[in-house]
């Protein structure tokens, strides 16, 4: 049977998602070694999709990654070399050691000869009430005709965008899922931003966000995947506590990706711009990008020069408050680590 996850935020599906495989997933192959998967489909509901930043010092999840790849696919790119600044290992999913052949940015606004993002906006404008709000991902002539040409197919396949109690809910449809590192990590991010992206440009307030993953799944024998689901030392089952600070936070407005007088093209252009440029001195035209993505790029720029003081001095500036405490809790705790 489908097994159906509700929950207000990221942080607490991951916890939901790790005990139902933990008590129901089954062990099998896959190309990349033994997984523990779950036996049937998993949905995974977000009731608060915009509280998308994972705060769990344990899962450590790299917070400047999984933003600047959120940015980088709205930019509709394909390079290799903007997201590997941020995780170098990203590089071994490309063919040709330049391009990833499944970027979702990519695939959103170019591969299929036209910016689905922009068809997208004008149809919900149009008709908020659409059916027909559909974003693909998935190339037939490519990713099932030739599936073992290349390291990197779209895990996610497509997306639906629906109008229901005033508000723009979306459902992603996933193939196959990595719990830590693709739903409750990457995928919760930049499809969270890619959800508030569409509605805001289309004037419709944020919904509910639906994953849908045929196969959810964790890696077995990774030390990083048996720290949270085996808590490391003692395997004791007991369920992975989220954080909780998101429920004092709640109060708090959503931090907008666009702003009533600011058009969503120019958020496009200072994604695309910042992306073929990240270290260039970009006059940016929005809110967004002056206030969140600038100040957290300074922040990964000292801190790749292991200078962590700059760096959490920068992180002051992010104005987005799940942001600004993910990026200076990651930081810190290299800091500790390197003393």
Not at 18 to 36: F, I, P, Q
Not at 171 to 188: H, I, P, Q
């Amino acid at each position: 049977m489908v097994r159906t996850i509700t929950v207000n935020n990221v942080n607490e599906a991951l916890s939901e998602a790790l005990w139902h495989l933990k008590t129901e997933g089954v062990v099998t192959d896959s190309r990349n070694g033994a997984v523990l998967a779950a036996p049937d489909p998993v949905i995974t509901t977000y009731t608060q999709p915009t509280q998308r930043v994972m705060l769990s010092a344990l899962r450590d999840a790299n917070p400047f990654f999984h933003h600047m790849e959120a940015i980088w696919m709205l930019a509709g790119a394909n390079d290799v070399a903007f997201p590997s600044t941020y995780a170098k290992q990203i590089a071994a999913y490309s063919d040709d050691g330049e391009t990833l052949n499944g970027a979702y940015g990519h695939r959103w606004r170019t591969h299929f000869g036209g910016d689905q993002l922009v068809w997208l906006i004008n149809l919900l404008r149009s008709d908020p009430h659409t059916r027909r709000a559909v974003l693909g991902m998935w190339d037939a002539s490519s990713d099932l005709a030739k599936t073992q040409s290349s390291k990197d197919v779209p895990c996610n396949t497509h997306a639906y965008f629906s109008t229901t109690r005033g508000a723009l809910d979306m459902t992603v449809c996933c193939r196959s899922n990595d719990a830590v590192w693709g739903a409750y990590g990457a995928n919760a991010v930049h499809f969270s931003m890619l959800l508030q992206f569409i509605a805001e440009a289309a004037g419709l307030p944020v919904g509910h966000y639906h994953q849908l993953s045929n196969n959810l799944h964790i890696y077995l024998d990774r030390p990083d995947v048996d720290r949270l689901i085996f808590r490391s030392t003692d395997r004791i089952d007991v369920k992975y506590q989220p954080d909780t600070r998101y429920q004092y936070w709640y109060m708090q407005a959503i931090k907008p990706l666009i702003l009533p007088a600011e058009h969503y093209t120019e958020f496009l252009r200072d994604a695309e711009e910042f992306v073929s440029d990240p270290t260039g001195d970009t006059q940016f035209r929005t809110c967004y990008f002056n206030e969140v993505v600038a100040p957290m790029q300074v922040a990964h720029m000292a801190y790749r020069e292991r200078d962590f003081e700059a760096a959490l001095i920068a992180c002051v500036d992010i104005t987005d408050t799940p942001w600004q405490t993910a990026c200076s809790e990651w930081l810190e705790r290299r800091r500790n680590n390197a003393k």
